[in-house]
C-alpha cells in the first residue's frame, strides 16, 4: 500500500534529493501506524516527526532510489593518470587542478561514512585515544571527579581527554555515490569520537576539494 500522498509530499518537499524510495517509505508510515497507532489524518506533525525520524536514521543506501542524488559522472576521486614519460617541469604543474561540481539549488541529503582528523598529527590522535581507552577502564567520566567529592588524583586519573580539534575530513554518501570533501570552517555539532558515523548533512552548492555543508542531527 503506498505512503499517505500528503505524507510523500511532505518527504519530497523537505528531502528532494535523492529520492526517498517508495516502498521504503510506504513500509515506514505503515511501521509507525503500528508502533505508535497514530494516524497522519488525525496527527500529521506527529506522525512526520516520526518519519524524519526515521529517515534520518537510516542507512541511505536502503532508503533512497539510486541514480536520484549526486551524478557520479561528475565526481572525480582522484587526478586523471598522466600519460607517457612526461614529467612535469615544475612543481606547479605537477598536479591536475580539481574541477568544482555545482550541485545545484536543490539540497543534497548525505550521510558521513568516515571523519579523519588532518591538522594534528597521527602520534597525537593515538596518544589520546589510547588515553581515552585508558580513563574509560578506569571507569572515569566527565563530571566524576565533583559527583564523588574531592580525593587524591592520581597521574593517569582525570576526566576522559577530547580529540583535538583542527580540520576534518569527512567521506560522505548519498546512498550510492561516495564524496569526499574537507571542512573549511569549523562546524560545531561535528565532534571527532562522538558523532556517529551515519549523521546526516544537508550539502549545498559546490563539490570538489571544499564543502558547504549544514549539520542535522540525527535522533
Avoid at 75 to 100: C, F, L, V, Y
Avoid at 128 to 134: G, K
Avoid at 151 to 163: A, K, M, S, V
Avoid at 164 to 182: H, K, V, W
Wanted: net charge negative.
Amino acid at each position: 500500500m503506498p505512503a499517505p500522498e500528503r505524507v510523500a509530499q511532505w518527504v519530497s518537499q523537505n528531502y528532494p534529493r535523492p529520492s526517498v524510495d517508495p516502498a521504503w517509505l510506504s513500509d515506514c508510515c505503515d511501521w509507525i501506524s503500528t508502533e505508535y497507532n497514530i494516524s497522519p489524518s488525525t496527527h500529521f506533525d506527529d506522525f512526520v516527526a516520526h518519519v524524519e525520524a526515521q529517515l534520518l536514521q537510516s542507512n541511505l543506501e536502503d532508503s533512497m532510489v539510486p541514480g536520484t542524488g549526486l551524478n557520479p559522472q561528475l565526481i572525480r576521486t582522484e587526478d586523471p593518470p598522466r600519460s607517457g614519460n612526461r614529467r612535469p617541469t615544475s612543481k606547479a604543474k605537477s598536479r591536475t587542478p580539481r574541477r568544482k561540481v555545482d550541485t545545484g539549488p536543490v539540497p543534497l541529503l548525505v550521510e558521513i561514512r568516515t571523519i579523519t582528523e588532518i591538522a594534528h598529527s597521527a602520534f597525537n590522535l593515538l596518544n589520546t585515544h589510547q588515553t581515552r581507552l585508558d580513563r574509560e577502564d578506569l571507569g572515569l567520566a566527565r563530571g566524576n571527579d565533583e559527583q564523588e567529592g574531592p580525593r587524591h588524583q592520581d597521574e593517569d586519573e582525570g576526566p576522559i581527554p577530547n580529540f583535538p580539534r583542527g580540520m576534518l575530513r569527512l567521506e560522505l554518501s548519498d546512498g550510492q555515490s561516495l564524496l569526499r570533501a574537507i571542512e573549511y570552517r569549523s562546524i560545531p555539532d561535528l565532534v571527532l569520537g562522538e558523532t556517529p558515523l551515519g549523521y546526516k548533512v544537508s550539502v549545498r552548492g559546490g563539490i570538489g576539494v571544499l564543502l558547504c555543508y549544514t549539520a542535522s542531527r540525527c535522533s
